[in-house]
């Protein structure tokens, strides 16, 4: 299976400043027939079920705001926020859909500073 | 739109079965695979398989084949996820989850996702 990994566990940002989220898989998953990268990005917030943010790495999913963006290819990926608001306060997780099973990463909490 | 509505919070001895069902609306129900995620307290997301609603066909995860059985009605647009022999690590939230392709696509993206069925497995 492949390993997903996140960092940091935590972060508080001040509002309106950026915030940074690594993700990391064990294997690359770019899927070179296609030249996509079959990794993901969820927001869940205490209480609710996961929010699909970003899916191909870097595709905004239909009504996510545009200070949501992600990047990265093969191995090493990452989720930005880049002005953060007070309903952006969740645990984020990455997740890889290129192999069955699909894993999640371990989730990263953000606060306000 | 799309809503998946699952059923209430359920306790249950060690031992025992427990089913949990997702009621779709808002699309066809046959186009889009269904799978299940479940989350423990305060932990992760685990994958636990899926379910074709148009044939019916299923795949599970290595860690519940043999516990879990994924089903569907199509007359009501309702997939049901049933895991056996519960032990107390099996508390978690249990969640239906759409897979985005459609299309007969299982790709394990999930853009909708039920609000989850709380199962305790308590003696």
């Known amino acids: 299976d492949i390993v997903m990994t996140q960092s940091p566990d935590s972060l508080a940002v001040s509002l309106g400043e950026r915030a940074t989220i690594n993700c990391k898989s064990s294997q690359s998953v770019l899927y070179s027939s296609n030249n996509k990268n079959y990794l993901a990005w969820y927001q869940q917030k205490p209480g609710q079920p996961p929010k699909l943010l970003i899916y191909?790495?870097?595709t905004r999913e239909s009504g996510v705001p545009d200070r949501f963006s992600g990047s990265g290819s093969g191995t090493d990926f990452t989720l930005t926020i880049s002005s953060l608001q007070a309903e952006d306060v969740a645990v984020y997780y990455c997740q890889q859909y290129y192999s069955t099973p699909p894993i999640f990463g371990p989730g990263t909490k953000v606060d306000i500073k | 739109q799309v809503q998946l509505v699952q059923s209430g919070a359920e306790v249950k001895k060690p031992g025992a079965s427990v089913k949990v069902s997702c009621k779709a609306s808002?699309?066809?129900?046959?186009?889009?695979?269904m799978h299940w995620v479940r989350q423990a307290p305060g932990q992760g997301l685990e994958w636990m398989g899926w379910i074709n609603p148009n044939s019916g066909g299923t795949n599970y995860a290595q860690k519940f084949q043999g516990r879990v059985t994924m089903t569907r009605d199509t007359s009501i647009s309702t997939a049901y996820m049933e895991l056996s022999r519960l032990r107390s690590d099996d508390t978690a939230v249990y969640y239906c989850?759409?897979?985005?392709?459609?299309?007969?696509?299982?790709?394990?993206?999930?853009?909708?996702w039920g609000q989850g069925t709380l199962v305790t497995v308590s003696s």
């Open positions: 989850a759409r897979a985005k392709g459609g299309s007969g696509s299982y790709v394990p993206l999930f853009d909708y």
């Open positions: 808002g699309y066809t129900f046959t186009g889009y695979y």
């Open positions: 191909w790495a870097s």
